[in-house]
C-alpha cells in the first residue's frame, strides 16, 4: 500500500502518523502512542485489561504513551503511572503489493522497568528490512503483577497486556500494510522470557506464529514468583501503613495509593542481599484461581503439551557480567565469602537440595578453594551466567529438541566491542558480551543523539554485524528459516538445532560460524559437574 497522507483506520477510530527520517537515509512511518487497551485506572487497577474506547475524528499517534512506574535503570529517577498501555507502529513508507511479515517487540527490564519506546528501542535498522514493526508498554512491578491468589488480583496482568496487544495486532495491522497471519513475537531478557511464557499460554493461542526468545525463557528463576505470591501484597499493604491479612481489604486499599509511591515502596521489601538474585516480588506466577488464568500450572509442565512453533532463541557470552557489580560493596563481597547461600537463588536452592547437591559443591564448580574476590569475579559472572540464564534456556532446548528440533535455532552471540555504551554505563569492566548488548544491534539506541553519538558507519565491523543481525532475524519472521539463501553478507545455512545431545547452534560475532556444543561441556548442569569434582 502507498500513503499519500499518513492516516489508518483501526477499529477504535482514526490516527495519524508521521512521516520520519531513518538514521541511515530513507522514510519510514511512525504511528506513536495507540491505546490498545482501556487505561487501567481507579477501579480497573490489577485487573486484566479490557478493550479501548473507540474515538472521533481523527487522533494524532504521534508521542510516545505513557510508560507504567517504575525507577529508570541509567538515572535511578522515579517516572510513569497506571496509564501505559500503549504501542507503536512502524512501516516502510515504500508501496507493498503483499503483505509485509510483523514483528512484535516485548521488552525486557526484570519485569519492573523499560518500554517500548525509542529511547532503547528505535526502528532504524529493522524497519529497513521491509517488515512492520510493532512495539509495546505492558504494565510492571506490583501494578502488572500483583496475586492475591483469587479472583481479585489472581496475578499476571502484565502478561495479559501483551495478550490484549497481540489481539489488537491481529484485528488492526494488516491496515498498516501487515500480515496478521504472518506475526512473529521476539523479546530479551523478561521480553524473551514473556515469548516463552506466551508460546504455552492458552490464552495466546493463535496470536502469533513464530517466536524468538534472547536471553531469558520462563524457566529463568527470574521470570516466576514462586511460594505464596500474596505475602508480597500483605507485606507490601503494611509497608505502607494498612496490616491486612484480608485480600479484599488489601487489594481495595492499594488501588488508593499512587502508582509511584506503590513502587518505592515495593522496591523496599528487598534488602541489598536480596536483590543479588531477586529483582523484584511481584512477576509472573501461576495464577490457577483466575477466572481467566493465563499461566494455569508451572512452566515445565506447559511447555511439553504446547503447540509447536519455529522458535530461535539463544545468549549473550557473559550474561552474568551484568550483575557481577551489586557484589562490589566490601560489605556484601564478605556475607558471601561467609555464606555463598545468599548468592543462590531461593528456587535454585531448592532444586539443590532435591538433587542432593550442596551450596559448597557449587562454589566449588566455580572457584575451586578461592575465595571470591577482584581476581576472581569472572567465575563469579560464570557462576550467575549460569544460574540466572542457562540452566534455564537447556531446560527448554530440551523440550525443544524433543519436540521439533528441526523448527528450532540456537544461537550464541559473543561480539564484545569493549566499550559499548551499556558497559560504559553500568561500569562493567569484564571482557564478553554482556547481557542485553545484543540490542544495540537490533535497535538504534535514540539515546544515542542526546549523547551526541553516531550509529555504526556503514562498511564498518559494528555496522556488519548490524547488518547480519536485522537480516537473519527479520527473514526468520518472513520464513520461519534465519537463512533461507546463502548470501555475500550471510554466506552460510544456519542448521537447527538437531534432536541429540549434539547439537548445532550460530556464533553470531565479528564473523558468522556454525558450531557444535555438547550438552556435558557445560558447568551449569551442577549434578553432572559435582560428580566430576
Known amino acids: 500500500m502507498a500513503y499519500k497522507s499518513p492516516v489508518v483506520t483501526v477499529k477504535q477510530g482514526q490516527l495519524r502518523g508521521v512521516i520520519e527520517e531513518n538514521v541511515y537515509g530513507g522514510q519510514f512511518l511512525a504511528f506513536r502512542g495507540i491505546p490498545y487497551a482501556k487505561p487501567p485506572i ?29 525507577f529508570d535503570i541509567f538515572t535511578h529517577k522515579l517516572f510513569g503511572g497506571d496509564d501505559c498501555l500503549y504501542l507503536n507502529v512502524y512501516t516502510p513508507l515504500n508501496e507493498a503489493s503483499l503483505k509485509r511479515s510483523v514483528m512484535v517487540w516485548i521488552h525486557g527490564g526484570a519485569f519492573v522497568h523499560g518500554s517500548g519506546d525509542s529511547r532503547i528501542y528505535g526502528p532504524d535498522y529493522l524497519i529497513r528490512k521491509d517488515i512492520v514493526l510493532v512495539t509495546i508498554n505492558y504494565r510492571l512491578g506490583v501494578l502488572g503483577f500483583l496475586s492475591l491468589e483469587n479472583e481479585l488480583a489472581p496475578g499476571n496482568q502484565g502478561l495479559k497486556d501483551q495478550v490484549m496487544a497481540l489481539k489488537w495486532v ?29 508460546t504455552i499460554s492458552p490464552l495466546a493461542r493463535g496470536l502469533f506464529h513464530k517466536a524468538i526468545s534472547q536471553s531469558g525463557v520462563a524457566m529463568n528463576p527470574f521470570a516466576l514468583i514462586y511460594g505464596e505470591p500474596k505475602q508480597y501484597a500483605f507485606r507490601l499493604a503494611a509497608q505502607l501503613g494498612k496490616e491486612t491479612t484480608d485480600p479484599e481489604t488489601a487489594v481495595e486499599f ?31 506466577c501461576i495464577d490457577n484461581k483466575s477466572l481467566n488464568p493465563f499461566l494455569p500450572q508451572h512452566p515445565s509442565i506447559l511447555m511439553k503439551a504446547s503447540p509447536k512453533v519455529p522458535y530461535l532463541i539463544g545468549y549473550n557470552s557473559n550474561e552474568g557480567s551484568i550483575l557481577v557489580n551489586l557484589i562490589q560493596n566490601g560489605e556484601i563481597l564478605e556475607k558471601v565469602n561467609t555464606d555463598f547461600e545468599v548468592a543462590v537463588h531461593p528456587e535454585i536452592l531448592k532444586s539443590l537440595k532435591k538433587d542432593g547437591i550442596s551450596v559448597t559443591d557449587v562454589k566449588r564448580i566455580y572457584f575451586g578453594d578461592q575465595l571470591l574476590s577482584e581476581n576472581t569475579m569472572q567465575n563469579y559472572a560464570d557462576f550467575l551466567s549460569d544460574m540466572m540464564f542457562l540452566q534455564g534456556i537447556h531446560d527448554v532446548l530440551k523440550v525443544l529438541r524433543e519436540k521439533d528440533a528441526q523448527i528450532t535455532y540456537l544461537y550464541k552471540f559473543t561480539y564484545d566491542t569493549g566499550d ?11 571482557p564478553g558480551t554482556t547481557h542485553a548488548e545484543d540490542l544495540s544491534f537490533l535497535f538504534y539506541p535514540h539515546m544515542l543523539k542526546e549523547l551526541n553519538l553516531n550509529p555504526p558507519e556503514p562498511g564498518s565491523e559494528k555496522h556488519k ?27 552460510m545455512i544456519w542448521k537447527p538445532l538437531g534432536k541429540s545431545d549434539v547439537y548445532n547452534y550460530m556464533e ?10 555438547k550438552q556435558e561441556e557445560h558447568t551449569s548442569d551442577w549434578k553432572r559437574m559435582k560428580n566430576k569434582l
Request: aromatic share 8%; hydrophobic share 40%; glycine share 10%.
Open 42 to 70: 481507579g477501579a480497573l487497577r490489577f485487573k486484566d485489561a479490557v478493550p479501548p474506547e473507540p474515538w472521533t475524528g481523527i487522533r494524532d499517534a504521534l508521542e510516545y504513551g505513557g510508560n507504567c512506574a517504575q
Open 170 to 198: 491481529q484485528e488492526n495491522i494488516s491496515n498498516f500494510g501487515g500480515d496478521p497471519d504472518n506475526v512473529t513475537i521476539f523479546g530479551e531478557s523478561a521480553g524473551g522470557a514473556s515469548v516463552h511464557f506466551l
Open 254 to 284: 492499594l488501588k488508593t495509593i499512587d502508582a509511584q509511591q506503590l513502587v518505592t515502596a515495593g522496591r523496599k521489601l528487598l534488602t541489598p542481599v536480596d536483590m543479588l538474585v531477586i529483582f523484584g516480588v511481584f512477576g509472573p
Open 420 to 430: 559499548s555504551l551499556l558497559k560504559q554505563t553500568l561500569n562493567i569492566t569484564l
Open 465 to 491: 554485524v548490524v547488518e547480519y543481525f536485522t537480516q537473519m532475524w527479520t527473514d526468520f519472521a518472513k520464513t520461519g528459516n534465519p537463512t533461507p539463501v546463502t548470501t555475500k553478507l550471510i554466506p
Open 508 to 517: 553470531i560475532s565479528d564473523t558468522l560460524c556454525m558450531k557444535i556444543g
